[in-house]
């Protein structure tokens, strides 16, 4: 069974800075991609960045491209968020995702932490 457990965030002012880290754990795990996704009071789940766990390649959502960099620890199978420049309409519950399969079914699956929250105050 697949965990991930996340942290960071927490409270920040407008044009400051932090960093999120989502662990994954599991046994015989074999990662393909995470990223990171967020959901803002009243509005839907939106992508904000996702990495390639072999090659590293990573894209992000237009809203924060220049500002957040997301990266990878292969060895420790966690990910990380750096956030700077933050705005107020950063603010959300940010949420890590997994999609990976196993040693032992190929099939591919995806997972979902329980979500951390970031407050940008203004």
């Known amino acids: 069974q697949v965990q991930l457990v996340e942290s960071g965030g927490g409270l920040v002012q407008a044009g400051g800075s932090t960093r999120l880290s989502c662990a994954a754990s599991g046994r015989t795990l074999r990662i393909y991609t995470m990223g990171w996704f967020r959901q803002a009071p009243g509005k839907e789940r939106e992508f904000v960045a996702t990495?390639?766990?072999?090659?590293?390649?990573?894209y992000y959502a237009d809203s924060v491209k220049g500002r957040f960099t997301i990266s990878r620890d292969n060895a420790k199978d966690t990910m990380y968020l750096q956030m700077n420049s933050l705005k107020p309409e950063d603010t959300a519950i940010y949420y890590c995702?997994?999609?990976?399969?196993?040693?032992?079914?190929?099939?591919?699956?995806?997972?979902w932490g329980q979500g951390t929250q970031v407050t940008v105050s203004s």
């Open positions: 990495i390639s766990w072999r090659s590293g390649t990573t």
């Open positions: 995702a997994l999609d990976y399969h196993t040693a032992a079914d190929s099939r591919p699956r995806h997972a």
